[in-house]
């Protein structure tokens, strides 16, 4: 199994930019790199994935190096509402099993005023 | 376009009661999975089925036994509580790849059922 390193808290400002990275070191050739937010009292909630090279939705930013040991979620312009638990997963892939879907703690990120 | 629907969404039991959590889901998946989250944890898989007539233990399956009633539902069931069960409970399942190029699976949560054991 892939095992995720996560920061356990970060904070920001309103309208700044943030990013969170994720260590994945012993990450496998056909492993996806997945970004889950949850909100208190809610489930968590696909937000992007990728697998190598950068990635980019309505919602976020995910950087990939070429040695895909590591990963980048980029959040443009935070809001209070960004305000969550965010996971990084790695695994996931095309005939991979089920076991691989393992969350971490997550990082927490909080936005200020 | 519901999603995966839990209930119930709180409930209070006391030790050595017995109760069923019940989630459905709309989406035609086919794998669906029953995590447990505590306060400042992360989640941890209890138990999960990838497919109608199939269930798995997870990471942390005593205690619960759960039920792949048909392809919809999935139920998990604690016999007999106890304090260290209290916790959220959230059921998902998972959109499933169809080939090497089509990306990773993808799970889709429910809202979680809050369950405290006195």
Same mark, same amino acid.
């Given at each position: 199994l892939a095992k995720t390193t996560q920061p356990i808290s970060m904070d920001s400002y309103e309208g700044q930019e943030v990013n969170i990275t994720c260590s994945h070191?012993?990450?496998?050739?056909n492993d996806y790199i997945t970004w889950y937010q949850q909100f208190p009292s809610q489930g968590p909630r696909f937000i992007i994935q990728g697998y190598k090279t950068k990635v980019t939705n309505e919602v976020a930013s995910l950087f990939i190096p070429a040695d895909r040991k590591s990963s980048t979620l980029s959040l443009p312009r935070? #809001? /209070? #509402?960004? %305000?969550a638990v965010y996971y990084c997963l790695v695994g996931g892939g095309?005939? #991979?099993?089920? #076991? %691989? /879907?393992t969350f971490g703690k997550g990082t927490m990120l909080l936005v200020s005023p | 376009n519901a999603g995966v629907t839990q209930t119930p969404k709180f409930q209070v039991l006391k030790t050595g009661q017995s109760m069923t959590l019940q989630c459905a889901q709309d989406?035609?998946?086919n794998s669906m999975y029953w995590y447990r989250q505590d306060p400042g944890m992360g989640l941890r898989l209890i138990y999960y089925s990838a497919s109608e007539g199939t269930t798995d233990k997870g990471e942390v399956p005593n205690g619960y036994n759960v039920s792949r009633?048909?392809?919809?539902e999935f139920s998990l069931r604690l016999e007999s509580a106890a304090p260290s069960q209290t916790s959220v409970y959230f059921c998902a399942s998972m959109r499933e790849v169809?080939?090497?190029?089509?990306?990773a699976n993808v799970l889709t949560f429910g809202a979680g059922s809050r369950l405290t054991v006195l």
């Open positions: 070191n012993n990450i496998a050739t935070v #809001s /209070l #509402s960004d %305000t095309w005939n #991979s099993g089920y #076991s %691989t /879907l | 989406m035609n998946h009633l048909n392809k919809r169809e080939g090497a190029s089509s990306g």
